[in-house]
């Protein structure tokens, strides 16, 4: 009997069966084409596509190929905007031929009618976002927690003007994991509490724009999901250390962003320091936060999981940073403000009283050499002698803003885009904040 051995390509046969070579050298040449593949297989290749991608790429292209393009199993994922369209029929059809639905956006709904046929048709939705609708009826919210309650995972309501109902609706989808109430300027403390009791698996929550949240709701927040919560977005304007110091119970936090943190002192900082899978870090904070409460904060291994770190604070100087870039060496965004959180952007220049130099700065480019995103804002002291090293030290930089940092050298600057040609800088010339791409 012949060996048959295929190497690089090619087919050695051992004996005298030319027969034999010549058989399987010409199968092996043979041309093959994806039209050859089982459907179960096409079904596979066409489920990595977009619902767009399978309607102008893939249907078009021969009857059996539109045939499978229209298998409800790969229809997974739609999106609707009804900012010209209020009649919603054909929506409503595709919907109904959608019953794997797994995901779905709705953009300007104006009318309750179109969420009903979702809850009818779409028993399998985990996702469901509404971004600029009309907030849904009562009875409209009712119908959907009772349809989709077992199911439904994840809740993003964006730029709505009011959240009258979306404490029942949450708290109607108890298997909810994802909640984000983006631009979204209501919710109480009740509503809060509420979603807090029912929603025992929530691992992610945005409510970075509801400033009307208290000290009382956080806190049962903090103690009911302590044991899921991993990723949390908050606006700080009425809350307390008591809040803060609550935070100790978020062991599972990875993400953590607080907007405004305008009363917060050293005492409710140190709620952050047990936090120790924490990988993305944003503070806005203000007069009440010590420089050696900060610099605490960053002090040992604490924080040493960071990944991301954004500070908003009008008191930033070297020690802090030189502390932060020492113990936090895995950064890959860096965003430094000097400014108070409650002016923000729009702090006057007097309300800086930022001491940073270029000593702080070269500590981090010489101990973050993953940094990917350098953002540095309000330091007039700043020179830009520190970015010197950066093409050497911070070889995976693309990013390197220095708004209102004037005095930086524009000769420096220059030499770092011709030396980091992908690299991308806002940075100071005669006539202002322009951005160079090179």
């Known amino acids: 009997m012949a060996e048959i051995v295929v190497t690089g ?3 050695e046969c051992s004996g005298d069966d030319a027969e034999l070579q010549a058989r399987t050298t010409s199968g092996l040449q043979a041309k093959f084409y994806i039209t050859c593949l089982p459907n179960e ?3 596979h290749i066409f489920s990595f596509l977009s619902v767009p991608e399978l309607c102008f790429s893939v249907a078009p292209v021969c009857t059996a190929w539109r045939d499978l393009a229209k298998d409800p199993i790969l229809w997974r994922h739609l999106e609707f905007n009804f900012v010209y369209n209020t009649d919603t029929k054909r929506e409503q059809r595709l919907v109904t031929a959608s019953p794997f639905l797994l995901s779905l956006e709705l953009q300007n ?3 309750d009618n179109f969420l009903l046929h979702v809850a009818d048709s779409c028993k399998m939705l985990r996702k469901l976002t509404l971004i600029h609708c009309i907030d849904p009826s009562y009875t409209c919210v009712l119908q959907l927690s009772e349809r989709n309650r077992p199911v439904i995972q994840r809740l993003i309501t964006d730029r709505h003007s009011r959240l009258t109902y979306s404490f029942l609706l949450t708290s109607g989808f108890k298997e909810l994991r994802y909640l984000n109430f983006n631009m979204c300027s209501s919710l109480t403390d009740e ?7 029912q ?3 929530l691992q992610y929550l945005n409510i970075e724009d509801m400033s009307e949240i208290h000290d009382s709701s956080i806190t049962l927040l903090t103690k009911e999901l302590g044991h899921c919560l991993k990723s949390l977005h908050i ?4 809350l307390t250390d008591i809040s803060y110091k609550s935070f100790s119970n978020l062991v599972l936090l990875e993400e953590l962003m607080i907007m405004k943190c305008v009363n917060m002192t050293d005492v409710g900082l140190r709620g952050l320091h047990g936090l120790k899978k924490l990988t993305s870090l944003t503070l806005f904070l203000d007069d009440g936060v010590s420089v050696t409460g900060l610099t605490d904060l960053f002090t040992g291994k604490r924080l040493s999981q960071l990944v991301h770190l954004e500070l908003v604070f009008q ?3 070297d020690l802090v940073v030189k502390t932060l870039a020492r113990n936090c060496p895995n950064l890959l965004r860096l965003t430094l403000k000097c400014m108070t959180a409650a002016y923000g952007m729009f702090s006057p220049p007097l309300l800086t009283s930022s001491t940073m130099t270029d000593a702080g700065i070269a500590e981090v480019v010489a101990r973050c050499p ?7 804002t309000r330091m007039p002291n700043l020179t830009g002698t520190a970015l010197i090293n950066i093409p050497t030290a911070l070889p995976h930089l693309s990013g390197l803003e220095l708004w209102g940092c004037s005095r930086v050298n524009s000769t420096i600057i220059q030499r770092l885009e011709d030396q980091m040609p992908s690299l991308i800088v806002f940075s100071p010339k005669e006539l202002g904040w322009v951005r160079s791409f090179r």
Do not use: D, F, M, P
């Open 191 to 197: 509503e809060l509490e509420s979603i807090a009791r």
């Open 41 to 43: 297989l096409l079904l």
């Open 315 to 317: 008191s930033l100087n």
């Open 109 to 111: 709904l104006t009318n």
């Open 235 to 238: 606006h700080g304007k009425y």
């Open 370 to 376: 993953l940094l990917q995103e350098l953002n540095l």
């Open 9 to 11: 390509g090619e087919v």
């Open 199 to 201: 929603c025992k698996h």
